[in-house]
């Protein structure tokens, strides 16, 4: 008995020393639940959404779709295709591969950072699955080619909005929403996956240099001490020094606006995946621990569309909305969490993988999990896209559903590699 015992305590202390491995709440059964559910929905919105253009929201029981040049189009078919390789159901993939024939044309998109999201979360993903390099990987490489007419050698970085014409040193930067030099928002990190991928895919270092340095000017310039960071930098297009640190979608230009948080924290997440740099890591620690820590974060860990606006966090001066939430930061921050927790260990990795569960369980449910058979299709509700300007709030939103399906892959992953 004496020796069952020390066998025993000899095994929990290995186990100790090599680091625990986090515990996984959520069964399978409940992920591939969502899953279905998410299938169900998105065959209703496919069935609502015209031929030649792609759904955006769904306000006030009408579609709102889009044309292939806004930003979000490439997450309705890439949502798709997650699916798809989720239940192997083919439908899924022809329905994705009808709306590549309108979107392929944003290839030659030369007038915004946003091909990232548009050819990367649809065309880089099928070609994941499918591995079918011959329909897919000429495209991928013009998209690449075209966004990087954006990177400028004297910012180091890749101007997000308005034509590289437009660069103008003498325009000073006014307010936000205008006279911006040479704009780079936080979501430019997003767009750096493509250019990584399709450096290895076409054995080209260009677009990996362009990544890297684009990542590291960001580090450099979009944080504070706090590691929040701004939404926007306005660069001198001459030489690259800061003229003024803004926002757009955030509540005022100090504020951490809750999305750019969470494509922070996803997009040098990634760089690390990408690049094994460990200064990518620590990096994506200190925004987690930022966003994880924030004294706004709701119980139900769905943030609030900034986590410093006002009102906060007793929601007084919020009337205006439902909720005020934005489903899609938490959608962005499970996935993201996910990832992160597979690069750490121990403590870390169960804080991580356990807010990630929390927010997967939040968004499953009422309010944001909307019933099958309503919401126009789409899966989620109440995000928040532009909400200084009134612009889709407390509506489902294309991303919201592809970065909660893909956080829900990821998770399933990890279920089954049995870590
Ligand atoms: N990239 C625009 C947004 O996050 O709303």
């Known amino acids: 008995m004496k020796y069952y015992f020390l066998l025993i305590g000899t095994f929990c202390f290995m186990g100790f020393c090599q680091g625990q491995h986090a515990t996984y709440k959520l069964k399978q059964d409940f992920i591939n639940k969502q899953l279905d559910d998410a299938i169900d929905q998105i065959k209703i919105l496919a069935q609502n959404t015209p031929e030649d253009l792609m759904p955006r929201t769904f306000e006030g029981d009408t579609l709102v779709t889009s044309k292939t040049n806004w930003w979000t189009s490439g997450f309705y078919p890439g949502t ?78 890749i101007r997000s909005w308005g034509g590289m014409k437009r660069n103008n040193p003498d325009v000073k930067a006014t307010s936000s929403g205008g006279g911006w030099n040479y704009p780079v928002i936080i979501d430019n990190m997003m767009n750096l996956e493509f250019l990584l991928e399709v450096s290895k895919l076409g054995n080209d270092p260009v677009f990996w240099d362009i990544a890297v340095t684009h990542a590291n000017t960001t580090m450099k310039n979009h944080f504070r001490p706090d590691y929040s960071c701004y939404h926007l930098v306005d660069y001198n297009p001459k030489d690259g020094s800061v003229i003024a640190k803004k ?39 200190k925004i987690a621990d930022f966003v994880l820590n924030h004294p706004n974060m709701p119980e139900d860990q769905v943030p609030y569309w900034d986590f410093d606006a006002p009102g906060l966090p007793d929601g007084s001066e919020l009337a205006n909305y439902k909720f005020n939430r934005d489903a899609s930061t938490a959608a962005i921050l499970a996935s993201a969490l996910i990832e992160l927790s597979s690069f750490t260990k121990d403590t870390e990795q169960s804080l991580y993988i356990s807010k990630a569960e929390k927010m997967l369980q939040s968004l499953s449910k009422e309010p944001y999990k909307a ?45 089954l590699a049995g870590n």
């Open 80 to 157: 798709l295709v997650y699916l798809y390789e989720y239940s192997g159901d083919k439908k899924l993939l022809q329905l994705a591969q009808d709306k590549f024939k309108i979107l392929e044309k944003e290839k030659y998109n030369k007038n915004t950072h946003d091909v990232g999201f548009m050819l990367y979360c649809s065309y880089g993903n099928a070609l994941r699955i499918t591995k079918d390099t011959m329909a897919y990987k000429d495209i991928l490489l013009t998209g690449a080619r075209s966004l990087i007419t954006r990177y400028s050698p004297d910012v180091q970085a």
């Open 247 to 285: 926002t757009v979608q955030g509540a005022y230009d100090e504020s951490a606006w809750a999305r750019g948080q969470a494509w922070a924290l996803y997009g040098f997440t990634m760089m690390y995946r990408e690049t094994r740099d460990k200064k990518y890591l620590d990096f994506a620690k």
């Open 371 to 415: 019933v099958t058979g309503t919401n126009g299709g789409f899966i989620l509700k109440y995000s928040a896209g532009h909400l200084p300007k009134h612009s889709e709030v407390d509506v489902p939103l294309t991303y919201a559903d592809y970065y909660y399906v893909e956080a829900l892959m990821r998770y399933r992953n990890l279920l």
